[in-house]
């Protein structure tokens, strides 16, 4: 049998980060782990670009637009859609996933989602770089493992 995993160490690997200004609280930290990440993994700086979007809705067009230019081996799309605060959250949050899903069937480019969807802004802020860890630290790792994965069942 043989198995493939992707390693967690970045060679030549491009990546765009798509961040949703709302709730941006949140999001400058899924940013920060999300960056830190990366460059501990070997990603340059000048392998990062970085698009800002108004909020988690308008997401998956910027994603689908920078898979779609091949320039980029993944897409990290970041923000935080609280329920507590909104009565679009299902609106926002359901559409999300399944466009950032799509995109990446439909490109073969890994879209990571490292959006959080929480009730409460205090789920969020403990999933973003306090007591549960931080959610852009965790998709860069699972980003560079895809790109590395794909590389291997690519032949
Ligand atoms: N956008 C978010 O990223 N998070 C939210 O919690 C949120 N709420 O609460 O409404 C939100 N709304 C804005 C939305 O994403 C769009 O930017 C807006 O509707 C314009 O299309």
Redesign the pocket.
């Known amino acids: 049998m043989k198995t493939h995993e992707g390693t967690l160490i970045a060679s030549d690997t491009r990546i765009a980060i798509v961040l949703?200004r709302?709730?941006s609280l949140i999001g400058d930290r899924l940013l920060e782990g999300a960056l830190d990440t990366l460059k501990r993994h070997g990603v340059a700086d000048d392998e990062i670009s970085l698009v800002r979007v108004?909020?988690?809705?308008?997401i998956p067009l910027a994603a689908s637009v920078l898979a779609n230019t091949g320039r980029y081996d993944a897409v990290i799309c970041l923000?935080?859609?609280?329920r507590g605060?909104?009565a679009?959250?299902d609106y926002?949050a359901g559409p999300l996933a399944s466009g950032l899903a799509s995109i990446a069937v439909d490109t073969g480019v890994p879209i990571l989602f490292g959006v959080l969807t929480t009730d409460t802004i205090e789920q969020a802020l403990e999933r973003a770089g306090t007591k549960a860890g931080n959610k852009g630290a965790d998709v860069a790792a699972a980003a560079i493992e895809m790109v590395n994965l794909l590389k291997t069942i690519r032949v």
Do not use: D, L
């Open positions: 949703s709302f709730n108004p909020g988690a809705f308008e923000g935080a859609v609280i605060a909104t679009h959250f926002v």
